[in-house]
C-alpha cells in the first residue's frame, strides 16, 4: 500500500530564517505531488505541484519554492521567512489527473 | 477559474441521523472531479469520496454517498447515521485541469460538522 510521510510535524522559526519542508511517498512511483498551505479555519491553497523530477509549477507568486530531486521526494523551502509564511502545509500525492489525492499529515509552521 | 461554493459554516446533528453537506461548484471544464476530504482536529485530511463529470451513478463509499446533479453544478455529500466520530470539518474540492495534467485541487472553505449524543 501507498504511504506518504511529511516532517517534522511543527516548527517554530523566526522571521527571516530558512525553511525546509520534506514529504516521501512509498508504494507507488511517479505519483503527482503537492504542496498545499493551509490558513486557519480555512480551506487549502495550491502552492506547488510537480508531475515528474525537477519538473516544478507554481500556482501563487510566493516567498517560498519546491524541488523534486527524487521520484518520491519534494521538499518546500524558504530562503527566508515571513510572518506570512505561518500556516499548516500539507504534501499530497496522486496518481494522475482527477485522481484523488492523499495527503500526509501536515506541518504546523509558526513564525515568530 | 474554478470556484467552490459550500454555504453552510457550521452544523449540529444529532447522532444516528442523516446529515448532507452542501457543496456548488463552477467550472467551464466538461471534465473534472469532485471531492470530500474530512479533516479531524488533528489536522490530517482524509479523502472520503470522489466523483467524476462523467460518471452517469451517484458515488457511494459506505456510510458516505455523493449526490451529484450536474445541471445544478451540486454535489452534497450525504454521511447516513452519523456518529460522534463524524464531527470534524468537511471540505469539497474539484480538480483543475489547467495545471496541464497534475490538477491541483480548488478547496471551498469547509462546513464544520459537530456531531450531538
Known amino acids: 500500500s501507498q504511504t506518504i510521510h511529511q516532517w517534522p510535524a511543527t516548527l517554530v522559526q523566526p522571521v527571516g530564517s530558512p525553511l525546509s519542508l520534506e514529504c516521501t511517498v512509498e508504494?507507488?512511483?511517479?505519483?503527482?505531488l503537492y504542496w498545499y498551505r493551509q490558513a486557519a479555519g480555512r480551506g487549502l491553497q495550491l502552492l506547488f505541484y510537480?508531475?515528474?523530477?525537477?519538473?516544478i509549477s507554481s500556482e501563487v507568486p510566493q516567498n517560498l519554492s519546491a524541488s523534486r530531486p527524487q521520484d518520491r521526494q519534494f521538499i518546500l523551502s524558504s530562503k527566508k521567512l515571513l510572518l506570512s509564511d505561518s500556516g499548516f502545509y500539507l504534501c499530497?500525492?496522486?496518481?494522475?489527473?482527477?485522481?484523488?489525492?492523499?495527503f500526509g499529515d501536515g506541518t504546523r509552521l509558526s513564525i515568530l | 477559474a474554478q470556484k467552490i461554493t459550500q454555504t453552510q459554516p457550521g452544523m449540529f446533528v444529532q447522532e444516528k441521523e442523516a446529515v448532507t453537506l452542501d457543496c456548488t461548484y463552477d467550472?467551464?471544464?466538461?471534465?473534472?472531479?469532485l471531492f470530500w476530504y474530512k479533516q479531524p482536529s488533528s489536522g490530517e485530511m482524509i479523502f472520503l469520496i470522489y466523483?467524476?463529470?462523467?460518471?452517469?451513478q451517484n458515488a457511494t463509499e459506505g456510510r458516505y454517498s455523493l449526490n451529484f446533479q450536474k445541471a445544478r453544478k451540486s454535489a452534497n455529500l450525504v454521511i447516513s447515521a452519523s456518529q460522534l466520530g463524524d464531527s470534524a470539518m468537511y471540505f469539497c474540492a474539484m480538480s483543475d485541469n489547467s495545471g496541464g495534467g497534475a490538477d491541483g485541487l480548488t478547496f471551498g472553505k469547509g462546513t464544520h460538522l459537530i456531531i450531538q449524543p
Open positions: 510537480s508531475i515528474g523530477i525537477g519538473q
Open positions: 466523483q467524476g463529470s462523467y460518471d452517469e
Open positions: 467550472t467551464s471544464d466538461q471534465s473534472y472531479g
Open positions: 508504494g507507488t512511483s511517479n505519483p503527482n
Open positions: 499530497a500525492w496522486s496518481r494522475g489527473s482527477n485522481q484523488p489525492q492523499h
